[in-house]
Structure formats: structure tokens, C-alpha cells
């Protein structure tokens, strides 16, 4: 889209991304502490994954991290389609805003009604881990935050299923790598 063709822009990139990440997650912890271990593992994942696949792709010869031949589909998908990519990262942004958001009763107090006989609610299992959910469901009607963060789900899902996905990909890759390298060495 913008035509990041140096090495430093896409570094810069990268490193903004995470950054950017990171922030919100950790403002997330510090306002919901219940969320602490989940915001902590999604840092990780994040930085992980993206580290992993940057330093796999460098090493396999390739020109960015985002210059991907992925055995997975949805990997190939990802970053194959900017689209798809953005629709994904975008969505968990959202959804970390969302979350955020929720902190404040004035912004759950914008609410698009239900039709009649339709009601949410969410169990207690889940409100006990992430109390800020609580404040999602209102009696007459459903937040306009929590309506982003329900169309941002989907998105904030599949990334990190291709986090996940791109991290063991990278793994792999930068095993192949290392074994190779050994042969020759044997040699």
C-alpha cells in the first residue's frame, strides 16, 4: 500500500507494529489485572511469532518477513492478501480499544437496541476471569462498543491462530535450516 521496499522500512515497520501492540496490551493489564496473564501471553505470541518469522524469512533468503511460502493456507492467506491482513490486525486493535473502552460507563452508555425477546448475557465463568466483559450487555439494548468488539472477534481470532500457525512454521523452517547447515558441515 505504501510501498515499504527498503529493509529499514519494513524493520521500522515491524518494530512499530509490536510496539503498538505491547502498549495497548500492557494499558490493558494495568486496568483490568484479572486479564494480566492473557494480555501477557498475547504479547508473547505476538513478539514471538513475528520475530521468528522475520529471522526464518531473512535466513531462507528471502526479502521481507512478509515474503512468505508458508505450508499453511491460512498463513499464505494472511499475508498474500493485505486485505485479509489488515481486516485482521485491525480487528484486534479494535478489539484492544474496545476492551479499554469499557472502562468507562459513558461509552457503554451508547446502545443499540435489541429487538424485542432477544437478550445477552455472559456467563459467569467469563465475566469472573475478565470483569470488564460485564459492562458488554446492557438491559436494554447492546453497546455500540460491544458491537465493535463482537464484529472485531473474527479478525482478533484468526491472527492469532496464524501467530500461532507462522510461529511453528518459522520453528520448522529455521530447524531445516540448521540441519542443513550441520550435513554441510559433515561433509
Known amino acids: 500500500m505504501f510501498n515499504q521496499t527498503s529493509t529499514f522500512g519494513a524493520v521500522l ?6 510496539l503498538a501492540t505491547t502498549g495497548l496490551l500492557l494499558l490493558l ?3 483490568y489485572p484479572a486479564m494480566h496473564v492473557v494480555c501477557v501471553s498475547l ?13 526464518s524469512t ?7 518477513h512478509k515474503d512468505v511460502k508458508s505450508k499453511s493456507w491460512l498463513v499464505r492467506t494472511y499475508y498474500g492478501s493485505r486485505l485479509f491482513m489488515g481486516y485482521c490486525c485491525v480487528s484486534c486493535e479494535v478489539l484492544y480499544l474496545v476492551i479499554y473502552a469499557s472502562k468507562w460507563p459513558e461509552l457503554m452508555g451508547i446502545v443499540v437496541p435489541l429487538p424485542a425477546g432477544v437478550a445477552l448475557t455472559l456467563p459467569a465463568q467469563v465475566t469472573n476471569v475478565a470483569p470488564a ?22 479478525g482478533f481470532f484468526t491472527k492469532q491462530i496464524c501467530n500461532w500457525v507462522q510461529l511453528q512454521n518459522a520453528s520448522d ?14 561433509r
Not at 523452517?173 to 559433515?186: E, N, P, S
Open 13 to 18: 515497520d515491524m518494530v512499530t507494529d509490536r
Open 43 to 55: 504479547i508473547f505470541l505476538d513478539i514471538f511469532s513475528h520475530w521468528f518469522q522475520m529471522y
Open 29 to 31: 493489564c494495568m486496568v
Open 173 to 186: 523452517t529455521l530447524i531445516a535450516l540448521d540441519q542443513r547447515k550441520d550435513q554441510g558441515k559433515a
Open 58 to 64: 531473512l535466513a531462507a533468503g528471502a526479502a521481507t
Open 133 to 154: 466483559l460485564a459492562s458488554f450487555t446492557a438491559a436494554s439494548g447492546l453497546p455500540l462498543m460491544t458491537l465493535f468488539g463482537l464484529m472485531s472477534l473474527p
